[in-house]
């Protein structure tokens, strides 16, 4: 069975802080990770990843992937209050050949304090 | 409108009742998925749909559920017998074909269950 596992589960920072929050995972047959963001509501893609070692970045949001590890970080610079959210990391693995499953961690709460 | 929709946005329901959620995907997105979301938890997988074949379904998923997608369009999950364990929303996300995959799944804004 496929798992990822975040960490950690809450973090409370203030304005301007830096974080990182961070993603392990085991799946079958790797294909990519993926990012969201989930406030009182449906989650919000962010980033997709597939290759190690390349950074994704959108404003001051960047991610990196390391398969050889099986991990991600998601790093959020300069937070502010609107960061407030469920950030869901999920691995997308190949069952059956070409089918393809989604499978999300529980999450990190990140609550940003003014 | 060209979002992922979901009707009931809520349901309440005596235990021991059917109910059934349906969700009409991004038109031309052909892989659709069902999750379960609880408080504190990410979404739980619950099955997939590739057009009209449903290829994939949670071991965890008891028989009370079953989903359909006729048609490759919208799709329906189906609980019977509803228990107050099946409280939680229910998330449906569409997808385009592997041959446009962004990778990015759309989410609808959910059926949320609440059973008594």
């Known amino acids: 069975e496929d798992k990822v596992v975040q960490s950690p589960l809450s973090l409370v920072v203030h304005e301007g802080d830096t974080v990182t929050l961070n993603c392990s995972y085991e799946?079958?047959?790797?294909?990519?990770l993926l990012w969201y963001k989930q406030e009182k509501k449906a989650p919000t893609f962010l980033f997709m990843l597939?290759?190690?070692?390349i950074e994704k970045k959108s404003g001051r949001l960047s991610s990196i992937l390391d398969k050889k590890e099986l991990f991600s970080i998601l790093n959020i610079t300069a937070t502010q209050t609107g960061d407030s959210a469920v950030y869901l990391c999920?691995?997308?693995?190949?069952?059956?050949?070409?089918?393809?499953?989604?499978?999300f961690g529980k999450g990190t709460l990140l609550t940003v304090n003014p | 409108d060209t979002g992922v929709s979901q009707n009931p946005r809520h349901k309440i329901t005596k235990r021991g009742q059917n109910v059934t959620f349906r969700c009409d995907p991004i038109?031309?997105?052909?892989?659709l998925y069902w999750y379960r979301q609880t408080l504190g938890q990410g979404p739980e997988f619950l099955t997939y749909?590739?057009?009209?074949?449903?290829?994939?379904k949670s071991r965890l998923l008891s028989d009370r559920f079953s989903a359909e997608r006729p048609k490759g369009s919208f799709s329906t999950l189906e609980i019977q017998r509803t228990e107050q364990g099946d409280s939680a929303m229910y998330l449906c996300?569409?997808?385009?074909?592997?041959?446009?995959?962004?990778?990015?799944?759309?989410f609808g804004e959910g059926s949320r269950l609440t059973v008594l």
């Open positions: 996300a569409s997808r385009p074909g592997l041959a446009v995959n962004t990778g990015e799944l759309f």
């Open positions: 799946v079958t047959n790797f294909r990519s």
């Open positions: 597939t290759s190690s070692g």
């Open positions: 999920a691995v997308e693995g190949s069952i059956k050949g070409s089918n393809y499953k989604l499978t």
């Open positions: 038109s031309e997105h052909n892989r």
């Open positions: 749909f590739q057009n009209e074949a449903q290829l994939e």
